[in-house]
């Protein structure tokens, strides 16, 4: 008898749970999947942590692999659902799909970044919701507070140095309390930041800080914050967001470089595919967590609308408590539904309390419902995350110590760039790459260090229509092309981008601080001589220092350097002949006269650049298959071959949109939004 075959859909709070549990209970007698984009189990609570410098990323990860014993983990994202089949589609990370079979299937895919109807939003703000967008967070924080020490405008150095926080639930309270601390530790010994006060804003159209708890320790927290020094304005939110700042809804603008959208989540958007009933966009289930009409289906946590038994008539709010413990009551159900467990039960829970870290000792709890503060509240609070912790306590706890003797290390490690992290994504754990799912095919021979091309950057709706770019060794494959970047696109060669160069960006998030920087192919490419080079601009006139046109000392072509060899250059050299370069009259040091066989002048030598060029050297017979003259073989000069095109117009390939055209997304400022809806902080 065949084991049955059970599919989890997401590895969150609500995912992993499920797969823990179930692990536990067949014991081998079922084949379990988990399907998850990353191989780690993220701990959410401490994301804030991160962005602050208090934790290193990898310490709220906790390995799939190692703690799921008996599960088998498939790395991908589901794209679609055939329920009459009972099979699931997904795409893999590399963009190869595949196809899972299923006799019980659990949906737990969690939550993304709530949008709402604010102009600007989607295009200046960042959410907060996975590991990438907190990596990102602290960098671009970092670098701000770095950027407006150096600037001498004290409007400028104000704005760099301005923080807005939209939504005062748990992540946006925590966000900006840990924030706050944050950048004070920068400035406070650092000689040209003496005088710099950070300031942050903290947003929400509700009444007050942390709507969710009650009155006595929403306060609590209120009071840290603004003894701490941010700006706690409720009833207050963003009413359109722009490159230079945000228009809040009390009319006043704040100029700003930084916009944290942390106004809540909603489901993921796999949920609305399936046809099924829902519920402000979760799946509708029963208190078994069941979906109705498919005894196979299965949800639960941020994706399923689970009714609160406690509170007839309403369902769970889509918080990580609620999915930790569907999790556990998904899997016996799942189990129960297959003879493998005992009898199935409903969910219910009783809360035991909450707690939120304020940062250094200020915490704010009420476990049993008694109500803490201080030093007192933060202890409970820091051993409620250690004991729900699966894994890395040790580590967490190192931190913690050492957080607590050593300064933090300010520094920006460059790792994950605006345009990696928009605010409307459906997979907000992973970092946006070039040459995503949609495009491996068309890019997989451009694979390596640095080779973002102009099509990676044009793949999403209202971002730039997408271009086809060749691969390496391809006709087109000399054209400019555009490398990925916060703020406008920046041209790059395919030989310079081989290298893994990055681009010469000047720091800063504000607009009109990229500038673009081009590199033939001819540049990069070591022993190339005689072909006709790309220009700095599209149609332009070709760049000083660069080949073509009017060329500088110690390029091919124009007029020599000094204390070089000059004159007439010798044949099959375009121009003037440029330092050490071979032609021309003798060079300094040589024999007068009729100068010997392989030395430059005269007669040269066979094999050697001169009058009579040997084959396979440059000269006046080129080389085949290379551009100028009637080609020789393999080597440059003379005619180009057919497969290589002239790029002196530098036209882009047929596709591909001209250099410039678009840009890829910039800094993220963030703006938010009323959050009606269930606190989804986790």
């Known amino acids: 008898m065949s084991r049955p075959r059970i599919v989890i859909v997401g590895a969150g709070f609500a995912g992993y749970r499920t797969a823990r549990t179930l692990s536990r209970i067949t014991r081998g007698r079922a084949h379990i999947t988990l399907l998850n984009p990353t191989d780690y189990f993220l701990y959410l609570p401490l994301l804030p942590q991160v962005a602050a410098g208090v934790l290193e990323p990898r310490r709220v990860t906790v390995s799939l692999s190692d703690t799921l014993h008996g ?77 407006a020490a150096a600037a001498d405008d004290p409007k400028t150095r104000a704005a760099r140095c301005t923080f807005v926080v939209v939504g005062a639930g748990y992540t946006g309270t925590e966000v900006a309390a840990h924030g706050q601390m944050f950048t004070d530790a920068q400035v406070r010994k650092h000689p040209l930041r003496q005088g710099m006060r950070p300031r942050w804003l903290l947003l929400d159209v509700a009444p007050r800080v942390l709507p969710e708890m009650d009155e006595k320790l929403s306060a609590t927290a209120d009071q840290v914050l603004r003894e701490r020094g941010v700006d706690v304005r409720m009833g207050t939110s963003v009413k359109e967001a722009t490159h230079d700042g945000v228009m809040l809804t009390d009319g006043e603008f704040v100029d700003t470089r930084t916009l944290v959208w942390c106004v809540g989540v909603r489901p993921d958007p796999l949920v609305e595919s399936l046809g099924l009933p829902l519920e402000k966009g979760r799946l509708l289930v029963d208190p078994h967590l069941r979906v109705p009409g498919r005894d196979e289906l299965f949800a639960c946590g941020d994706v399923a609308a689970v009714p609160d038994l406690e509170k007839p008539g309403g369902y769970t709010p889509m918080t990580a408590q609620h999915a930790w413990r569907q999790g556990k009551v998904a899997a016996e159900n799942v189990a129960a539904s297959l003879g493998l467990g005992g009898a199935r039960k409903p969910y219910r829970h009783r809360d035991l309390g909450f707690v939120v870290d304020l940062g250094g000792a200020k915490a704010a709890a009420n476990p049993l419902g008694v109500s803490l503060s201080g030093v007192p509240a933060g202890v409970v609070a820091r051993g409620y995350h250690l004991a729900a912790m699966p894994g890395n306590r040790v580590r967490v706890a190192a931190d913690w110590l050492l957080d607590a003797v050593l300064p933090r290390q300010a520094v920006q490690l460059g790792l994950v760039r605006s345009w990696s992290v928009p605010l409307d994504t459906s997979s907000p754990e992973l970092a946006r790459v070039p040459g995503g799912p949609g495009q491996r095919d068309e890019v997989r021979a451009r694979s390596g260090p640095g080779a973002a091309l102009a099509s990676d950057t044009h793949d999403e709706p209202g971002r730039g229509g997408a271009g086809e770019e060749p691969a390496k060794g391809q006709p087109g494959s ?195 939004a009323p959050d009606d809806s269930e606190k989804g902080d986790s």
Do not use: C, M, W
């Not at 599960?71 to 699931?88: K, S």
């Not at 990370?93 to 970044?113: C, F, I, K, Q, W």
């Not at 200046?124 to 960098?139: I, Q, T, W």
């Not at 540049?523 to 046109?549: C, F």
């Open 71 to 147: 599960v088998r983990l498939v790395l991908g994202e589901a794209d679609g659902i055939d329920l009459d089949g009972r099979t699931l589609h997904y795409t893999g990370p590399e963009g190869e799909g595949g196809t899972l079979s299923y006799d019980r299937l659990v949906l737990a895919a969690g939550s993304v970044n709530k949008l709402l109807p604010i102009p600007g939003v989607a295009e200046h703000a960042h959410g907060f919701r996975g590991l990438p967008e907190a990596l990102y967070l602290r960098d671009h924080v970092t670098r701000q507070v770095e950027l």
């Open 478 to 672: 000399g054209s400019t092309q555009v490398r990925p970047g916060p703020g406008p696109a920046q041209p790059r060669t395919e030989a310079e981008t081989a290298k893994g160069r990055p681009t010469a960006t000047p720091p800063g998030e504000g607009p009109g601080s990229r500038f673009a920087e081009q590199r033939s192919e001819a540049e990069t490419a070591k022993g190339q001589r005689g072909r006709e080079p790309a220009t700095s601009q599209p149609g332009g006139e070709p760049a000083r220092n660069q080949p073509g046109g009017e060329s500088a000392g110690n390029q091919p072509g124009g007029e020599p350097a000094k204390n070089q060899s000059g004159g007439e250059p010798a044949k099959g050299s375009g121009g003037e002949s440029a330092r050490n370069r071979p032609g021309g009259e003798l060079a300094k040091n040589q024999p007068g006269g009729e100068p010997a066989k392989n030395q430059p002048g005269g007669e040269p030598a066979k094999n050697q650049p001169g009058r009579e060029s040997a084959k396979d050297q440059p000269g006046r017979e080129a080389a085949k298959n290379q551009p100028g003259g009637e080609p020789a073989k393999n080597q440059p000069g003379g005619e180009p071959a057919k497969s290589q095109p002239r790029p002196s117009t530098l036209e882009p390939p047929p596709g591909q949109p001209p250099p410039g055209a678009g840009t890829a997304p910039g800094p993220v400022k963030r703006s938010d």
